[in-house]
Nanobody, 115 residues
Framework: QVQLVESGGGLVQAGGSLRLSCTAS????????ASWHRQAPGKQRELVAH???????NYADSVKGRFTISRDNAKNTVYLQMANLKPEDTGVYYC?????????WGQGTQVTVSS
């Protein structure tokens, strides 16, 4: 069973930056699609960014130019660098690994952006 451990959330003022990390157990990471999702209060979970084993990453329109997803396969870790944060970026951020038909989720980390 793959486990994902997230870290890096917190409280930041608008315009600030945070970096989220998600480290996976097991040996599937380098072959899996890694992604970050978020869920704001009262809203559905939405895809923020994803990184396939090969190819360019993709981003939601709302975060393009501000967020960067990256991965370190040697460390089984995916990162989300968030800059110029806005209050509407507030929510619980979850990392996900998708490997064939299997989906694995982290426990979530809270990001709060104050205005």
């Amino acid at each position: 069973q793959v486990q994902l451990v997230e870290s890096g959330g917190g409280l930041v003022q608008a315009g600030g930056s945070l970096r989220l990390s998600c480290t996976a157990s097991g040996n599937i990471f380098s072959s899996a699609v890694a992604s970050w999702h978020r869920q704001a209060p009262g809203k559905q979970r939405e895809l923020v960014a994803h990184s396939a084993p090969a190819g360019s990453p993709n981003y939601a329109d709302s975060v393009k130019g501000r967020f960067t997803i990256s991965r370190d396969n040697a460390k089984n870790t995916v990162y989300l660098q968030m800059a110029n944060l806005k209050p509407e970026d507030t929510g619980v951020y979850y990392c996900n690994l998708r490997y064939y038909i299997n989906n694995y989720w982290g426990q979530g980390t809270q990001v709060t952006v104050s205005s």
